[in-house]
């Protein structure tokens, strides 16, 4: 079966290590809110029209897309100092539904069968002051889900914390 790979537009797809402040409710919280008519004014994650990635969905059985969180002074998934995952970052996905990278890491459909799991290596979990990286590698049954659209974020704010991304291409097989 043929791969069919789609990348994030060159506005989107990645994103430096920055300071963000935190502003209003955790609501606002999300990358697309937070970046707002700020940097490179980006609202959200961005690939093709949705009438493509349907398309492509509905031609294949599977879909495949990782993420590289940047951080520096932060955590994104695993916090060592308080030995909880109550930072883990939130995804938005293709579907609109919204999971939490560690409470969510099997995304069971209908049924219980898995439509998508969720892989980490966490190297921010230290909150390295020269900088670190989280790789987030979704794998989806059920190619609806993917491409992920944003995230949300909840470690940041600090004048020692800055965070940053790398989304690479979504490819449907």
Known sequence: VAKTCVHATPE???LRLVNLRKSGSEGSW????????????????????????NFLQLLHRRAEQSITA???????????????????ANLLLFN???INTHLDRRVRGEGGFVQMEVNIKDD???RSPTGSTANFDLVANNPELLPIIDMKMFDFGED??????????????
């Open 12 to 14: 989107s797809k990645a």
């Open 30 to 53: 999300w990358l697309s809110k937070l970046l707002e008519g700020n940097i490179n004014g980006t609202q959200r994650l961005f690939y093709a029209p949705r009438n493509q990635l």
């Open 70 to 88: 940047l951080c520096r002074g932060s955590v994104v998934y695993y916090d060592s100092r308080n030995k909880n995952h109550d930072s883990a």
């Open 96 to 98: 609109g539904k919204v």
């Open 124 to 126: 921010c979990m230290d």
């Open 160 to 173: 020692n914390q800055q965070l940053g991304y790398y989304v690479n291409e979504v490819c449907f097989s």
